[in-house]
């Protein structure tokens, strides 16, 4: 789920003429309904464009937040991203199944092929919360529920828990390397867009000072130009919701 900041300038540079991610069928056993099988789409191309899209101020990067990328089971009415689908403990596995049981979310789930609806959205938040997962991760969901909710009153409302969360990770946590870095931008980010602009300028120039390793090189260096730029836009009002949902290519 790591924010893919690391990304070069050159390397956007070069992203691919077709603007597409394709993915192709697959199937995989339901975790929840033996014998039956769940719609697990594995992804075929991509390319680097995917962090030039609007989706960026969030740290959200396709395919992540397609509706492919939430696997589907018809029988049970489970869902989840491919990276935690069949990965829980007993006590995980046994809460889900009687919170499945009790929603019946199923025959929802076979009236809505498709897109990603209010009611899979918040289905699938509740199956998270379900699961034990550390902070950085639940940081991450808000991000990604705030852009699923672009323009809603409600994305905000992620927000403003998100950079709850990132000021307890930061005061209480070790943050290091890509993972201070995302919670210092996020925190830049969101302050602005809640109007504590001089917060969100100290926030972003801590970033210029972490010290990390340039993708390319190999070496030590300190920031993350990507993210940089990034902060720029948003001090420069080009991450503003009516600016960035206009433009946005997903």
Same mark, same amino acid.
């Not at 929802?108 to 959205?121: D, I, M, N, P, Q």
């Given at each position: 789920?790591?924010?893919?900041?690391?990304?070069?300038?050159?390397?956007?540079?070069?992203?691919?003429?077709?603007?597409?991610?394709?993915?192709?069928?697959?199937?995989?056993?339901?975790?929840?309904?033996?014998? @039956?099988?769940?719609?697990?789409?594995?992804?075929?191309?991509?390319?680097?464009?995917?962090?030039? $899209?609007?989706?960026?101020?969030?740290?959200?990067?396709?395919?992540?937040?397609?509706?492919?990328?939430? $696997?589907?089971?018809?029988?049970?009415?489970?869902?989840?991203?491919?990276?935690?689908?069949?990965?829980?403990? /007993?006590?995980?596995?046994?809460?889900?199944?009687?919170?499945?049981?009790? #929603?019946?979310?199923?025959?929802?789930?076979? #009236?809505?092929?498709?897109?990603?609806?209010? #009611?899979?959205?918040?289905?699938?938040?509740?199956?998270?919360?379900? =699961?034990?997962?550390?902070?950085?991760? =639940?940081?991450?969901?808000?991000?990604?529920?705030?852009?699923?909710?672009?323009? @809603?009153? +409600?994305?905000?409302?992620? =927000?403003?828990?998100?950079?709850?969360?990132?000021?307890?990770?930061?005061?209480?946590?070790?943050?290091? &390397?890509?993972?201070?870095?995302?919670?210092?931008?996020?925190?830049?980010?969101?302050?602005?867009?809640? &109007?504590?602009?001089?917060?969100?300028?100290?926030?972003?120039? =801590?970033?210029?000072?972490?010290?990390?390793?340039?993708?390319?090189?190999?070496?030590?260096?300190?920031?993350?130009?990507?993210?940089?730029?990034?902060?720029? /836009? +948003?001090?420069?009002?080009?991450?503003?919701? @009516? +600016?960035?949902?206009?433009?946005?290519?997903?």
């Amino acid at each position: 789920m790591r924010a893919a900041f690391l990304i070069t300038t050159a390397a956007l540079a070069l992203a691919a003429s077709a603007r597409a991610i394709t993915f192709g069928n697959e199937t995989k056993p339901d975790p929840f309904a033996p014998g @039956k099988t769940c719609n697990t789409p594995q992804m075929h191309s991509w390319g680097s464009y995917v962090y030039g $899209w609007s989706s960026k101020y969030d740290l959200i990067f396709s395919p992540r937040d397609y509706p492919m990328w939430v $696997w589907r089971c018809e029988e049970s009415g489970y869902i989840s991203f491919p990276s935690e689908f069949g990965k829980f403990s /007993d006590a995980e596995k046994a809460r889900i199944a009687k919170y499945l049981a009790e #929603a019946n979310f199923g025959p929802t789930l076979k #009236a809505e092929r498709g897109g990603l609806s209010e #009611a899979v959205l918040l289905h699938l938040e509740r199956l998270y919360e379900l =699961r034990d997962h550390d902070d950085l991760f =639940r940081a991450y969901l808000l991000r990604y529920f705030a852009w699923q909710n672009r323009a @809603k009153p +409600v994305a905000d409302e992620y =927000r403003k828990k998100a950079l709850v969360l990132y000021r307890k990770l930061l005061e209480t946590s070790d943050l290091k &390397g890509d993972d201070l870095l995302e919670a210092l931008y996020i925190l830049g980010c969101y302050s602005y867009k809640f &109007g504590q602009v001089d917060e969100a300028k100290k926030y972003f120039e =801590r970033i210029k000072a972490v010290e990390t390793t340039d993708p390319e090189t190999k070496k030590p260096r300190r920031g993350a130009p990507y993210l940089e730029g990034l902060a720029k /836009d +948003v001090l420069e009002g080009k991450a503003d919701d @009516k +600016v960035r949902f206009a433009n946005d290519q997903n």
